[in-house]
Each structure stands twice: as C-alpha cells, then as structure tokens.
C-alpha cells in the first residue's frame, strides 16, 4: 500500500516542481516519506494531501531527528492555526528550501525566520543567547558559562550601548569588544533584522552547503 | 502610451493615498508592515517582480474583506475597469486580493506576502478580444509577460505552498486566456504557436533536468555518509565523483579516438616489430609475475605508446591516427584545464568577497556553524561540541589577543619544527633519487628479485604512508592554532608528494636521456642485422627471400613505453597501497577494538586505540596526485585513463563501505566548501605541474626511432606541420604559418597581459566602490538612527518594531541596487523603491515615523538628554523634503 500503488497526479506534480527547488523524484520521494508517516488507513493521495501530521512524527525523521533546530523548522514551515502539524505541501516547502538547488536568498530567509525563537521579526538578544543554547548542545560539559555567551553576543552587539533595552547586561563587561552583534548589526539597533542577517549570510562561504536537508 | 497611463495612475494612486497612508501604518501594526518584509528580496534571477503593489497591506484590511466577495465574474470585472478609468478612487479597491483567507492566523500573515491580485487593467480587457486597441494590447502583453515571470519565480518566495499553489493556477489561467487575445489575424497564430513551442520546450527542460539527477551515481550513499559524518567527509567523496566523471570523459576521448581506432584499423599484432614481443622475452611473455610488471604481452599491446604505428593513416576510413593520437594528448590536458577552472570559478561566484569576511567570523560561527545534513546523534555530539570549543576558543582568541607567552621559546621550536621538517623531506627526495637510480642499474641485471623490480613504488608508498603522521608530530612542537596548523599539515605533505613526483620524474628523466643516447647504436645495429640477414650468403639466389621475423629485429628500448610503464605501475601500486592500509588501518582496527574490548583490561573504544577517523586532507591530496600521474602518464600510457576509472569506481564502493563500517565522525569537523576551493587549486597546481614535463618531452626529446605513432620524426609535433602539409590546402598552410610568426604572437601575449591588467585593476576599483558603499550605509544608519531615537523619545511607544525591520529592508536593497535601473514594469507597484530608484533619501524620509524599539540605540556620543533639541537642527529634515512634511508626533 504504502506509496507504491499511490502517486500523485501529473498536474499536481507539475504544479509542484514549478513551485518547489525540488525534482519529479524527490517530490515522489517525499510523499513516500510522509505517507509512511500516516497511519496505514489514510494512505491514499487525497487524504494524504489533506491530513497533517503531527510534530512529533515529523521530528521522528532521521533526517530532522539530530538537529538542533528540529521543532523551530517545523513551526516555521507549518501552516496550521497552532503551527504544531505539518501537511504535505509544508513539508514540500521545507525540502524545496532545504534542497540543494535553493537559492541563499530564500535559504537565508527562513534561517532567519528559524533563529527568530520569538517570532518578532528580528534577532534580539534572547534570540541569540536561545541561538547558541541550541548550537552548544543539552549536555552540561559543553554549555558555554553566561559570561562566556554574553561576551559572544555583545560581540554580534554591543555597540548598541548602554541605552538598548536590555541594559542588564553591560554591567559584567570588562572588555568592551564588541563580538557578533557588532559585527553584524548594521544599524545599531541592539538586534539584527532581515536585512543585516541576509548581508552576512551572503558573505558566509558556507551557509549554502551546509543548510541542506537530503531526504 | 500604456506606461503613461500607468504612472498618472500611480501617482493619483500616491496623492490619494498619503493622507491615509500613516494612519494606516498605525493601524495596521504588525501585520501590514511585516508582510513587506518577505518581498524586499527579489528572487536571485534579478527578474523584478511583476506589478506587485507592496504596499496594499497597508490599507484598512476590512477594505479588502469587502471587495473580496467582488467575484470574477467578466460584467463586473468591466465595471470595475470602467470604474478605474473615471475615478481613480476605487483603484486602490480594485486591487484588493479576490480571494482572502481568512483562516490563516495572524501570526502567519505577518509573514506572508500580500497577495496577488489581479492588475486592475485587466478588467477592460475581459470585455473582448476583437476590440482590444494597441494600447490595451500592449498593457496585456506587458501583464501576461508578468505572469510569466510569476510564474518564474514563485518558487523564489517564502510563501506556504498553498497560497503559491493558488497563484500558480491563477496566474497560469491569466496567461491562458489573454495570451490568446494577443495578436491578430496571422500574427496570432504565429504568437499562439510561438507560447506552445516555449510551453514544450519549458517542459522539456524539466524533463531533462530530472533524467540529469537520476544519472547521477551514488546519490544515496552519499546522502548516507553526509547524514553520518557531516558535510566535510562527504565533500571528499562528492570530489571524488566529480574526478570520476572527469576520468570518463577522458577515458571517453582516448579510447574512442586512438585505441579503438587503432584495435580495429590497425596492422595486427605481430605483424611488425613494434608490435611483436622479441624473441627473448617470448617464453615468459604470459607468465603472471611478468604481466604484473606490465611487461610481455601488455607491454606489447595498444595500452602503450610503442604499440602505435607512423603509418599516416590507417584503415579504409583513411584514418590519421598520428594526428588523432597528438590531438588527443593536447586535448586531455585542454579539457582537463578547462573543467578545473570553470569548477573554481563557480565555486567562487559563492562567496565573492574573501576579504569582508573576516569582518564576520562571529556571526558566520553563530548562523552558519550547525550542518543540517547531520542525521547522526553521534556525529550531532561532535558538532555540538566542536561548536562550543570553537566558541570558546574564539572568545579566548579575543580576551587574549595581546597576550604572548614565552615568544623566544615558541619561534625557535618553530624553526626547529621546519628545520626537522625540510630534513625530511630533503631525505626522502633523496631516497627516491637513490632508488631509481638503483632501480636503472636493476633493470640492466638479469635475475632480479620481486623486490628489486618494484624497490621504487614501494618506497614511494611507504614515504607518503608515514611521513604524514612524522609531520604531524613536529607540528605538535609548533603550538599552532588547529586552523593554522592544519594548513601548514597540507601544505607540507604538498610539498613532500610533489618532492617525490618530481625526484621520480628528474630520475625518469635521467634515464630517458640514457636511453636515448643509446638509440643511435642501436639503430646501427638494427641496420647492420637487416642487411646481413638479406645479404647472408648460403640462401637461394632464386627464391626471394622471407622477410626477417619481427621477434627476430633487434629494437631500441623506447623511451616513451618505458615512462608509460613506470606510471602504470605507480598508479597500480598506489591503489594497491591504499587499499590495504584501509583494509588494516581502518577496518582491522575497528573489528579489534570492537570485539577484543570485552576481553581487554581498559576500554579500547573510548582509549587507546579506538577507532579510525576518516582522513580527508590525506585523502584529497592522495586523490589529486594520482590524478597528476594520471595526467602526466596518459600521454605515454594512453590504457591509463582507463585503468583510473576502475580504480575510482572500485575505491568509490571500497571507501564508501569502510567509512561507513569502520570510521567515527571527526573532533574536528572542518567546514567542506571553504577547503573545497583549496583542492580545487591544488589540483590545478598539480594539473600544471603534470603539464610541464610532458610539454617539455613532447616538445624538446625526439620519439624513438623505431616504435610509436611519431617514430622516424624529428619531434613529435611535426605531425601537425605534416598534416598542415599535406592535407590542408596551401593557403591555409601559410596562415598556420603566419600565425605562428613571433612578430604575431608576441603582440598577442601583450595583449592578454594588458587585459589581465586592465581586468584587475577594474575589480581593484569596484571593490573600492564597495567598500565605499558599506561605509555610506553605516553613515546613513547612524545619521538616521540618532534621528529616529530623538523622535522615539517623544512619542508615544505604539509601533511595533517590525515596521523598522521592513523599512530597513528596503533601505539595504535599496542601497545595494542602487545602481540598477528598475525596469519599468516596476514602476507600476505603488513603491517607495520603484519611485525614485537609486536614491535613498526618500525611502529613509519614509522610515521616519519613530518606532520604539530604536529609541534606545544612538550612535555613541550622542547623549539622551540632548535628543529635543536635534530634530530641528537635523540636515536629515532638510535634505529630505518629504520628512519635512511630516508633522513630528
């Protein structure tokens, strides 16, 4: 049952090789993937294409299950009121960005849109320390200690000076070198928008291939 | 006409608006704003978007709730029209999006772009075709050609699928329906033909582009390693592909133009001397051991130079197999060229800019640190903690940047370190000298052992099997930074592979230049045993006599079969060499560790010797140095190629199974695509180092006289002059040789140098330009951000933040396409930017509405109390007549 007999339609298909970075091949692969997600009663093309399917299924997928950002992907991407499902087509539109023909534009959209944890539309502090949580990992030993993080982040910002909104943190600061925020905070706003977060990833060499997801 | 219409338009369009304009912008929040943000970014075609007003979002929303119910039907659609040219009130109406989703959340919305709505020209079109006017004609085109970029570039926007799925269909049933409408009488067929033709041949893009992925070998299992080691193993293997397709193409080109060719045209085998193995060697000719060495048969076969015959052409295809033979030398090396530099040069169009990139090494460790390939939790550990140690590291970098221990101590370890390093590789070039040499003094004696025959390839592998890891323990004494030091690892095992090939190759040489000293005593014998053996007396006067049998001719030893030979059999011991230290090293490692751990009396996984990391560097560098000798062999030895393609097919399956059987991911995981480039021009170093020895034989060494393609001339590339000679008519003839005057080629290296120069310095002068350009963008920031907080102090705290981010947005394109001109079709988009495109006075007037999270941030020096007075004193106010309008809140 479980994809084989079930194929999407050519249209549809066309349809989402026009909108997708994604081949004929790798749409056919992903509705195997997410059929096999489905229990085996809803398995046929039309309901496959309605029903959604829950986070924790999607993150049970090897491909997602290591990454640090699993559950930020998924909300970004889903389209459903409380954005804990995913349907097909969001599913799609994670691995059409996460392809290897995507272009950095679009990649370094939703990264950004991935690192928003608050959902506010720009990087802010909180957004950058949770940033670096996730990337040092749960276990303890590699935890980075606060004043170790907040030294990191003033790099990406602290010109922003004492007047910010966050001014609980200048006061630990010996060193007043300014790290990522100061590197990538254009205006000096005390966060990174869109506009600044798109400008340094343009510059990073390796954004490209590392924001990939291969089923 | 119509662009025109569409500016009057849009200015009515902007006069109306302004008034409501900010009230809307307070109202509308979020939202409105937010949703502009996504469509700051142009797709990367460049290809602007089609008449998409940005700023629709910021009507009231309950105004496009109305109007969506406004249906599809055509008798409205014309009011509407009508409606449109009267007054040009209901224009913003009309824009308003058909459909509106309801359900979505707002959240969502925030970051959806606002929908596409039909372009309200349209509607008069509806009424019918018969009476479409040119100017309305035009308007159509321009917006069927619209829909067609739409449709483009849909997949460029960060939109759910279903709303790009519902502006798919509606904007493919748009072009379906006008595109009809377009042209008249002949020329609308011709038009309707011209979109099925593109239709079909769209489709057959994708059709093709989809069979291209599926012929790409080993998808899968490349997927497999990248999910378990990272992307930096996995680039080795990528590589390693890429090689392979290389090799085919060559493999292609050598064997479908010479050896094929030559198997099936040529004179057969023991038909003449060249092509027969000598009488002496006959009875050990098939013997295994012999074969090995690539002697007997094989020496004696179409897989070597000395095989090939100086007849001019061959066959009754009349076939110049000389000719093919030369052209396909140059043409290994002219493809092989051209592949590695369009490679590298699309790897860099990447990343453009090394240099700022320095500026941001914090951020890069931040936002593009995680791999996403990763499925491994393992390998998800490593990086975790590679992370926070690069973290770590760089913080510690920064804090202790001035702080220098012992300095005396650490530059006298590292001169010791290369002092140790240079001994090393002094030593093992020598060693190499030495043993080809004893291996020229071997090949003189008769009986010599197993190891005597093969002393030189053995010696190599074991050099380049453990001076790496002898290098690496001198690093240690250097105390480098890991990033640093592993360069340095790079570049010396660099430069003890190239040592090596090239003591190989000056000893090669030596004794090519032995060989051919003896030519001319040979050929006098030769010579002296022809015409004793027809002029012998004791042999019947009346029978004509048989001609000597070619195992019988005494023959020169052929220099080029004997390099040939000497690279067939490095690359087949390097292979050999390699397997088995995969074979020992890894695999029989990772099978003790792992069953003798529950026997053993400390843990051997986590101690001692665990398991084998997957060497990248060592790989690539193996990689690209076999790739030399390939290239430098294949001249030689054209059966090379071929035996390189089996080797990387067999090495593909072979690695990929003992990575995945018996590697653990890396401590260090080293990003793949900054070293990617690296290879690439290690490999082009090696491609021109590999030419040079070869260009200088072919060029400056005469062929033996008695065997290959080009025996009996002066030098190999007289072929050329021959066939020029001989087959091209005689002015063409005088041409080549005008071309290859001096006074004519002298003046054209000039020429590329002055271009060289002159393309330099145009880049040296846009770089300036650019880094004149980021420095205006802070300057501008700063003056607008001093200005924005001051009126942030005195207003109230009701904007949402986001407002500044889409605004900025703007901004930054703006600043970064300021030099493009905005095609016209955008013009019709109600925008800030297709206003007055290039300038950004204008748009940064518009961000002028305070926002509150600005209000903390001013450039340094300024001093919150003294924000009141600076609005007034500002020049921003001045310079900018808009933000003079604005009444301050």
């Known amino acids: 049952m479980g994809g084989s007999g079930s194929r999407l339609s050519k249209e549809l298909l066309a349809e989402y090789q026009d909108l997708t970075f994604l081949t004929k091949q790798e749409i056919l692969l992903a509705h195997k993937r997410f059929c096999e997600l489905l229990p085996p009663e809803h398995r046929s093309v039309e309901e496959s294409l309605q029903i959604r399917v829950s986070l924790e299924q999607i993150l049970s997928l090897p491909e997602l299950k290591a990454n640090p950002f699993k559950e930020r992907i998924c909300r970004v991407f889903s389209t459903s009121p409380a954005r804990d499902s995913l349907s097909f087509e969001d599913f799609l539109d994670l691995l059409s960005v996460f392809s290897d023909t995507a272009t950095p534009d679009i990649k370094s959209h939703y990264a950004f849109r991935i690192f928003d944890f608050d959902d506010d539309g720009t990087l802010n502090r909180e957004d950058l320390s949770h940033l670096v949580n996730c990337l040092t990992g749960q276990g303890e030993d590699t935890r980075l200690s606060a004043s170790e993080m907040k030294q990191l982040i003033d790099n990406v910002s602290s010109r922003a000076g004492p007047g910010s909104q966050r001014e609980g943190l200048g006061l630990g600061l010996k060193l007043s070198l300014p790290q990522i925020l100061e590197e990538s905070d254009i205006d000096r706003d005390g966060t990174i928008n869109l506009s600044e977060f798109q400008h340094v990833i343009s510059r990073s060499p390796d954004f490209a291939s590392s924001f990939k997801i291969v089923l | 006409m119509s662009h025109q219409l569409k500016g009057r338009g849009e200015e009515g369009d902007r006069s109306g608006r302004r008034p409501t304009r900010k009230q809307a912008a307070r109202a509308e929040g979020a939202a409105g704003r937010r949703g502009a943000q996504p469509g700051q970014k142009e797709p990367a075609g460049g290809s602007p978007r089609p008449g998409s007003p940005r700023r629709k979002q910021a009507e009231p929303r309950r105004h496009l709730e109305e109007l969506g119910e406004q249906g599809r039907s055509s008798a409205e659609r014309t009011f509407e029209g009508r409606r449109k040219r009267d007054g040009r009130a209901s224009l913003k109406k009309q824009r308003a999006p058909p459909k509106k989703e309801k359900e979505v959340s707002r959240k969502e919305e925030m970051w959806k772009r606002p929908k596409k709505h039909r372009p309200p020209s349209l509607a008069s079109s509806a009424s019918g075709a018969e009476t479409l006017s040119e100017e309305e004609r035009a308007r159509i085109l321009e917006q069927v050609e619209d829909k067609k970029k739409l449709i483009a570039t849909m997949r460029n926007k960060p939109w759910p699928m279903a709303k790009k799925l519902r502006e798919l269909r509606e904007a493919q049933e748009f072009v379906e329906k006008y595109e009809g409408v377009l042209g008249k009488g002949k020329g609308k067929r ?83 001397p060249r092509k027969t193995v000598p009488r002496a060697e006959e009875e050990k000719a098939m013997d295994f051991s012999v074969l090995w060495d690539f002697e007997g048969y094989i020496k004696y076969s179409a897989l070597f130079y000395g095989f090939y015959n100086n007849q001019r052409t061959i066959g009754w295809l009349r076939y110049r197999l000389p000719m093919a033979y030369f052209m396909v030398g140059v043409s290994v090396f002219g493809y092989s060229l051209m592949i590695v530099i369009r490679s590298m ?109 093969n002393e030189v390839e053995i010696v190599m592998s074991l050099l380049g099997m453990f001076c790496p890891p002898l290098f ?96 067939m059999r490095l690359t087949v011991s390097d292979m050999l060499v390699t397997y088995i230290t995969i074979l020992l090293g890894d695999f029989l ?89 690296f290879y690439m021009g290690l490999l082009l170093l090696v491609l021109f180092l590999s030419l040079l020895p070869v260009a200088y034989t072919i060029m400056s060494l ?56 002159y393309l330099n310095s145009v880049s040296k002068s846009l770089s300036r330009a650019n880094a004149q350009l980021r ?65 950004s006075t204008s ?7 305070a926002s509150r999270h600005i209000s903390g941030a001013r450039p340094p020096g300024v001093r919150p109390d003294s924000g009141p007075a600076r609005p007034q004193t500002h020049p921003w106010r001045s310079a900018s007549g808009k933000s003079a309008q604005r009444p301050p809140q």
């Open chain 2, 190 to 272: 011709l038009y309707a033909y011209r979109m099925l033709v593109a239709k079909k041949w769209v489709k057959f893009k994708r059709d093709f582009d989809n069979f291209k992925t599926q012929c790409i070998p080993w998808e899968m299992k490349i997927k497999d390693i990248e999910s378990h080691f990272g992307s930096s193993v996995a680039s080795y293997f990528i590589f390693l592909r890429w090689m392979y397709g290389v090799n085919l193409v060559l493999f292609g080109l050598i064997f479908g133009l010479v050896i094929i060719p030559e198997v099936l045209m040529g004179v057969p085998y023991g038909s003449i």
């Open chain 2, 345 to 453: 040069a699309s790897n860099t169009q990447g990343s453009a800019s090394d240099g700022e990139s320095a500026n941001f090494t914090f951020s890069f460790k931040m936002f593009t640190s995680w791999d996403y390939l990763i499925g491994n939790s393992e390998t998800a550990d490593n990086k975790y903690a590679s992370i926070t140690t690069s973290f770590k590291e760089s913080i510690v970098d920064e804090q202790e940047s001035n702080k220098e221990e012992n300095i005396h101590l650490t530059r006298f370890l590292r001169v010791l370190a290369n002092f140790l390093i240079i001994c090393c590789l002094c030593g093992s070039g020598y060693l190499i000298y030495f043993v080809v040499k004893r291996s020229q003094e071997f090949s003189k004696m008769q009986n010599v052992s197993w190891y005597e025959r």
């Open chain 2, 472 to 567: 690496e323990t001198i690093a240690a004494l250097e105390n480098y930074h890991p990033r640093i030091g592993l360069k340095w690892q790079l570049g010396r095992i660099f430069a003890l592979f190239l040592g090596n090939l090239y003591t190989f190759l000056l000893a090669l040489m030596d004794d090519v230049h032995l060989k051919l000293s003896n030519e001319e005593t040979i050929k006098n014998i030769t010579h002296w045993t022809l015409f004793n053996y027809y002029n012998s007396s004791g042999w019947n006067e009346s029978v004509p006599r048989p001609p000597l049998h070619p195992a019988d001719v005494p023959r020169g030893s052929c220099w080029e079969t004997a390099v040939g030979i000497e690279f």
């Open chain 2, 589 to 677: 490692r990772a099978c003790f560790v792992r069953f003798m751990n529950y026997c053993w009396c400390w843990d051997l996984e986590a101690g001692f010797p665990s398991y084998a990391e997957f060497d990248i560097s060592g790989n690539v560098l193996g990689l690209i140095f076999n790739q030399g000798m390939i290239w430098m062999g294949s001249f030689y030895a054209p059966g090379l190629v071929g035996i390189n393609v089996l080797r990387l097919l067999t090495s593909m399956y072979f690695q990929c199974w003992a990575v995945m059987s018996s590697n653990v991911p890396h401590e260090r995981v080293f990003k793949a695509s900054r070293s990617n480039n």
């Open chain 2, 702 to 757: 005469p062929p033996s006289f008695d065997c290959g393609p080009f025996s009996g001339k002066n030098r190999m590339y007289d072929v050329i002059q021959e066939t020029i000679e001989n087959d091209f008519p005689t002015f063409l003839g005088k041409i080549f040789a005008f071309l290859a005057n001096p006074g004519l080629i002298i003046p054209a290296i000039l020429l590329m140098f002055l271009a060289i120069y």
């Open chain 2, 775 to 839: 420095k205006k963008i802070q300057a501008l920031r700063e003056v607008e951000k001093s200005h924005k907080s001051v009126k942030g102090r005195s207003t109230a705290q009701s904007e949402d933040t986001a407002k500044d981010a889409s605004q900025n947005a703007t901004q930054l394109q703006l600043i970064e396409e300021g030099t493009t001109p905005h095609p016209a079709s955008q013009n019709q988009t109600p925008d800030k930017k297709a206003q007055d495109p290039g300038t």
């Open chain 2, 843 to 849: 748009a940064s007037g518009t961000t002028l509405p």
